[in-house]
């Protein structure tokens, strides 16, 4: 019975279930309800469980004490991180996500990578790991020969030139054009890319001026979004361009890969397209140039041997899963991917609009994701102004952007990221069901109640009191933030802390409902202050885990 460890989980038939007892009674070739007997004789009695009895085929339900639940309430209130351990300290994990391409506009096809891997970002830090953001974007390849070519041949202003990033999305429309109806000039892109490859002075500065403007562009659109990516953690395709050719030769060497064709490729048994023939990753084309495969396999070494990353999570649509099982494959055959060193394509669906398609305009274009954002900060502003009449000016555009991003974000976060999702701005705007709002709404209401209070909001727990069953339910409730926490970081699921947030909500409205707070009177009273302190504090660090603001007022 010494290795005996039952897992404890929360049910609904007690406070807790153990269910390891039959998996144990197997092993010990025993009747299962003989086993969970002996498992509660052996219970200590140091008055922490108030009851344990067998249910079932052999499961053990135990209910607590009091004494036990309003003491983890106390050990609670005392922590500043609310019973959170660090898990992940000594780890290093690093994180791609975001991933926009220079010279063009983001879209809404951004919007889930940015926000997953910035909620993952901060669990990972919050939980003590060490985390290292990439942002790799595509600032290398024929698309800037093509512009820098056209900008060339046409100095003159672009229609809407006003040194925004409409003045290059503009510029790439038209030169995508007539790169493709015009092969004499397609030729003079093509040789504008050897150029740039080469280091011309004058190319490599128009293509750096390129980057500049579009770096601008990312972090006003980060800064609108409230995540953390910077500048720093920038780093483009162009930053491993020299470490290509050595890439394709030690993959070579080492057998890995073969030239076909032509090119050098990596072939993989179990990988072949429509017509039976085996699909290759592309480490070099039959030209000599280099695709995003030889980049994406110099990033991972990179992460690997430089950064000494213990993790690696690359935060991409679902449409690239074949692309990075094959660089992943590669990888760990070249031996630049340990063993120990999980890599993980933390894949995610598709933002679709009310018809159920993916979201576009109605002109057909995809949605840019300054639109996206302008638009549900407006919506959010016509909802405040009228919960509010009397908040105007500055406090009210404050205001409509900690709820409109608030909104956008909790919308993509509590949905299971490998799923697709309808983009709904009257819905994730709502004051009641699972939204950013109506968490908001919970959070400002707890502190709304603390700012009634009369003696200031005295929290001190009474262990010696007596509970009703809506401040047990509250009590295990919170109890349970650091495990979902840990549970976020191993499926790499937003959505379950956006789910653990709204059931706490919920358990706190039941509980305010039944439990009066600022009407009692004794020891009672401080308990109950104590659960809304808490809870407040567990919403405001929860919600701010996934990127999402706590105004103290809605």
């Known amino acids: 019975m010494a290795d005996l460890a039952p897992q404890l989980r929360r049910s609904a038939h007690a406070d807790f279930q153990a269910d390891g007892v039959l998996a144990a009674a197997r092993t010990l070739r025993r009747n299962p309800r003989q086993v969970a007997a002996e498992v509660v004789d ?43 351990g660090t898990p992940e300290a000594g780890v290093t994990t690093v994180i791609d996500y975001s991933q926009p391409n220079i010279a063009k506009e983001m879209h809404v096809g ?21 985390v290292v953001r990439r942002n790799h974007i595509g600032d290398w390849g024929t698309q800037f020969g093509m512009l820098i070519q056209y900008q060339v041949e ?75 990516l910077t500048d720093a953690d920038t780093v483009g395709e162009s930053a491993y361009n020299a470490a290509l050719p050595a890439i394709a030769d030690e993959l070579e060497r080492g057998g890995v890969a073969v030239t076909s064709d ?5 072939f993989f048994d179990d990988l072949r397209g429509p017509d039976g023939e085996p699909t290759p990753l592309i480490v070099r084309k039959r030209d000599g140039g280099f695709g995003y495969a030889a980049t994406d396999l110099a990033a991972l070494r990179q992460r690997v041997v430089e950064l000494h990353a213990d993790r690696l999570l690359y935060v991409v649509d679902a449409r690239q899963a074949r692309h990075f099982r094959m660089v992943f494959d590669t990888a760990r055959r070249a031996g630049w991917l340990p063993p120990t060193v999980p890599a993980v394509h933390v894949a995610f669906g598709t933002v679709l609009g009310p018809d159920g398609r993916p979201f576009k305009t109605r002109a057909g274009d995809t949605v840019r994701l300054v639109d996206l954002l302008t638009e549900a900060v407006d919506r959010a502003r016509e909802v405040v102004a009228a919960k509010n009449p009397g908040l105007t000016g500055a406090a009210l555009d404050e205001r409509a952007w900690q709820v409109g991003i608030g909104a956008v974000k909790y919308a993509d976060l509590a949905t299971n990221r490998t799923r697709d999702y309808v983009y709904d701005p009257e819905r994730m705007l709502a004051l009641a069901g699972n939204t950013g709002v109506y968490l908001q709404y919970a959070h400002a209401r707890v502190r709304s109640i603390l700012a009634r209070a009369a003696d200031g909001g005295d929290s001190t727990v009474d262990v010696t009191a007596t509970l009703e069953p809506a401040e047990r339910a509250l009590i295990l409730d919170l109890d349970a933030f650091a ?27 039941t509980f305010y409902e039944h439990c009066p707070v ?35 007022h809605l």
């Open 262 to 266: 032509g090119a050098l490729c990596v």
């Open 154 to 228: 046409h100095p003159e202003p672009v229609p809407g030139d006003s040194g925004t990033m409409g003045r290059l999305a503009t510029l790439y429309r038209l030169a995508r054009a007539q790169f493709d109806t015009d092969s004499a000039f397609a030729d003079r892109a093509r040789r504008r890319v050897v150029a740039l490859q080469a280091g011309d002075p004058s190319t490599v500065a128009a293509w750096q001026d390129i980057v500049d403007e579009s770096t601008r562009y990312f972090t006003d659109v980060y800064d609108r979004l409230g995540v953390r």
């Open 42 to 84: 052996h219970l200590p009695e140091d008055g922490l469980v108030a009851t344990a009895v067998v249910a079932g085929p052999g499961f053990v339900n135990i209910e607590l004490a009091d004494r036990a639940l309003l003491a983890q309430l106390a050990r609670r209130v005392g922590d500043d991180r609310l019973g959170v």
């Open 483 to 509: 495990d979902t926490l840990v549970e976020v970081v191993a499926g790499h699921e937003p959505h379950r802390l956006c789910g653990y947030l709204y059931r706490l909500a919920q358990t706190f409205t």
């Open 110 to 130: 951004h919007l889930r990578s940015t926000v997953i891997g910035d909620a993952l970002v901060r669990v990972l830090e919050h939980l003590g790991g060490t």
């Open 518 to 552: 600022l009407r009692a009177t004794g020891p009672r009273r401080g308990n109950r202050l104590a659960l809304c302190h808490l809870t407040g504090e567990t919403l405001r660090t929860g919600l701010h885990l996934l990127g999402i603001p706590t105004p103290d």
